[in-house]
């Protein structure tokens, strides 16, 4: 569908058609916890995923002294954005010195709105999870 959609736009613009984006947010807030425990200073990232070309990062931040965090992004996207957290993680890993990192989705519901995850359990695996060794 997305394919579609830039052709379309490509298109239009070979032919002189105006191509109209609109500006689209959305907050994500939630606790990260791992055993139980909230956890400080965990990486969370917001992004925009896209097909054809690199994901774009709306924004990023670490949680805080309590495992809170809040993150804000906006892009200028013909079609709808989909965005979504990449969280960065010491919490169980396989073996010492290892980060897990793992996506969520946000809803489309969501987007223009706020995304309260509540807690973000870091020691379920998400599916499609990576970890990245030093």
Known sequence: MR????????AAAMFGAE???????VT???IAVCNKRRQAMVQVELYDRDTLDPNDLLAQTKTGSEGEFEIFGQEDEVGKIE????????CNPSKPGCRRIGDYVVPQD?????YDM?????????????????
């Open 118 to 134: 509540t807690y973000v359990t870091l020691d379920i695996k998400v599916h499609g999870e990576k970890e990245k060794c030093n």
């Open 110 to 114: 969501k987007i223009g709105g706020v």
């Open 28 to 30: 994500v807030k939630g």
């Open 83 to 90: 965005p979504f957290i990449r969280i960065t993680h010491e």
């Open 19 to 25: 191509v109209f984006a609109a500006m689209q947010n």
């Open 3 to 10: 394919s579609i959609m830039i052709i379309a736009v490509v």
